[in-house]
């Protein structure tokens, strides 16, 4: 990522222009890549938590519906890790409902700005006795040990990836234990129109498809009343990982990314005993993105 580019990035979003557009055409790529996703979002930190307290009855009954489906595919003593959950907001609101004792909850964004408004909205708003522990993360390269987590849920975090689906459910099939919940706009459901949206903005579609493709199960697709924008209708789709024999770990473990090689905490950062690899942690929010490793063999 060049600072000029997030500079130019910043007076975009700045001028209420679209900077997902802006900076597609800028890098001549068709994709919403991890890089676009990461400024775009991050340029946004702080309208998220504002939009949620302009609309907290809104965003109470979306939360409270999926508080309901999620009550019913976890059990007690399971581990729950919420991919791309920006600021926070809907998984605090969705705790605060929940009444499974959970064992550990983990979170993950693209965006460290975002993580770090969000932390200070759960904390002004969280009723649940659940302790959350956040860190900066691309879904295409979780940093947890494969099958370390019972249950992976989403809101709208695998939604910009069109082009991505498979690449991140593989890598969301790899850490599951038990299932996914993902909450994710659902191309099929939508009008002509919302189709024609979803394309232009590079949203994913087919995901049951993709799913069987890759060997895994869709249980069931639910839509979800409360949406936000009816052009973007949201849909619960719980899917069974595909069957592999393979080590279950009882522990959520964090790993470089995308590997099972484990990291320690020493100090204000996270090594690989095994690679050598550093990982910052800036304000108690680990970074854990492949491009944010510091070379350090000498620690090994």
């Not at 609101?93 to 004792?101: A, P, Y």
Request: proline share 4%.
């Amino acid at each position: 990522m060049k600072f000029i580019d997030v500079l130019e990035a910043k007076s975009i979003y700045q001028k209420g222009e679209n900077v997902t557009n802006y900076l597609r055409k800028k890098y001549g790529s068709e994709d919403n890549t991890s890089e676009i996703i990461e400024i775009a979002y991050d340029l946004q930190a702080g309208s998220y938590v504002e939009n949620v307290k302009s609309n907290f009855d809104k965003a109470n009954c979306y939360a409270n519906e999926l508080s309901n489906i999620l009550s019913d595919n976890l059990e007690c003593g399971d581990s729950l890790l919420d991919v791309g959950t920006g600021e926070i907001t809907t998984l605090t609101l969705v705790l605060n409902k929940l009444k499974t004792e959970l064992s550990d909850v983990v979170a993950l964004d693209i965006s460290w700005s975002r993580l770090s408004v969000g932390m200070q909205f759960h904390q002004e708003h969280r009723r649940s006795k659940f302790p959350l522990k956040v860190f900066v993360a691309d879904i295409k390269a979780i940093p947890l040990h494969e099958k370390c987590v019972d249950v992976v849920t989403s809101s709208h975090a695998l939604e910009p990836n069109g082009r991505n689906l498979e690449t991140l459910l593989l890598e969301l099939f790899r850490v599951t234990k038990k299932k996914l919940v993902l909450f994710e706009p659902s191309y099929e459901l939508n009008s002509e129109e919302g189709k024609d949206r979803m394309d232009k903005l590079g949203y994913i579609k087919d995901i049951e498809g993709t799913v069987s493709r890759l060997g895994g199960k869709v249980w069931d697709v639910v839509p979800i009343r409360h949406t936000s924008n009816p052009l973007n209708p949201t849909a619960c789709y719980i899917i069974e990982p595909p069957k592999h024999i393979t080590k279950h770990l009882d522990v959520v473990t964090y790993c470089v990314p995308g590997t099972n090689f484990e990291l320690k905490l020493d100090g204000q950062h996270l090594f690989s005993p095994d690679t050598g690899l550093v990982f910052p942690v800036l304000d108690d929010i680990a970074v854990l993105k492949t491009s944010s490793a510091i070379l350090a063999t000498l620690k090994s």
